[in-house]
């Protein structure tokens, strides 16, 4: 008898590890096209639009695996709802801090515009959850 037999609720997955790396890329560029064009208008115009793409690609990429790979294993056998808690929070929060500590020290962006970027920041990953949490109402990611 497994641990979670007698659990109730939905969990957070059921997958195995190598099922989550199979979908890890995929997700990733699903993410990135749906955070990129947001952070595109939304980022400070100071901001080049290289830098804007790279913070659309990089971004992700520092918090995406965690997401995706590491917080599922966490939280097994958890309610989704906890783990959409802690990830969605995770997130955003993440590239946020890492979104400063890169730009921090350039002297770039002025009160005002590091408020526009963490809200466009924020708001990128609420569109990609959004998003996410249709395709897999949806069936389309197949594996969620």
Do not use: H
């Not at 949490?133 to 389309?140: A, H, K, P, Q, V």
């Amino acid at each position: 008898m497994f641990l979670f037999d007698e659990v109730d609720f939905v969990q957070t997955q059921s997958l195995a590890v190598s099922e989550l790396w199979y979908f890890l890329p995929f997700g990733y560029l699903v993410t990135i096209l749906i955070e990129t064009p947001i952070l595109l208008l939304g980022l400070s115009p100071k901001l080049t639009i290289r830098q804007k793409l790279l913070c659309g690609i990089w971004l992700t990429a520092c918090t995406y695996p965690i997401v995706v790979l590491v917080l599922p294993m966490i939280f097994f056998g958890q309610s989704r709802g906890i783990y959409l808690a802690v990830a969605e929070t995770f997130a955003p929060l993440a590239e946020c801090a890492i979104f400063w500590l890169a730009f921090r020290a350039k002297q770039l962006l002025e009160p005002g515009d590091w408020v526009r970027c963490l809200v466009a920041i924020i708001l990128a990953n609420l569109a990609s959850f959004g998003i996410g949490e249709l395709l897999n109402y949806c069936g389309w990611f197949g594996i969620f």
